[in-house]
């Protein structure tokens, strides 16, 4: 099945916070919460069905995450619809993360949008 870029879906990173009171594992001690809106700006209806993250940090490592869904959902958008939500990385240091999000349009045709980079810089 062949994926295609669909103009107008959106994701746009409208928020993120360098959250000091969560507590990350040792090896991950910094926590940033992220807040997302994707939009269907298109004239097809979408379901999500999948995203993919990569996270570079700046002490070289890369960590990809591949799952189903958007926060246990699929979220269903028709034409004007959003959805937000909100989620989380644990880094060691500063890092960029990026990504795509994976869905269907009601006819059946594979689409993504891509998640535009955004820092995560660990307070000094």
């Known amino acids: 099945m062949k994926l295609r870029e669909l103009p ?3 994701a746009e990173v409208t928020q993120v916070v360098h959250a000091a009171d969560l507590d990350g ?4 001690p910094h926590v940033f919460v992220y807040f997302i809106t994707i939009a269907n700006a298109s ?3 979408v379901t999500i069905k999948g995203r993919k993250w990569v996270v570079r940090e700046a002490n070289g490592e890369t960590l990809v995450v591949e799952g189903d869904g958007v926060v246990g959902e699929f979220p ?3 034409p004007g619809e959003q959805f937000h939500y909100n989620s989380s990385h644990a880094i060691a240091t500063d890092a960029v993360a990026e990504g795509a999000y994976l869905g269907v349009s009601d006819a059946g045709e594979a689409v993504f949008t891509r998640i535009p980079p955004f ?3 660990v307070p000094r």
């Open 76 to 78: 269903h958008l028709e």
């Open 25 to 28: 594992p040792p090896d991950k």
């Open 43 to 45: 004239d097809v209806s």
């Open 119 to 121: 820092e995560m810089r």
């Open 8 to 10: 107008g879906l959106t």
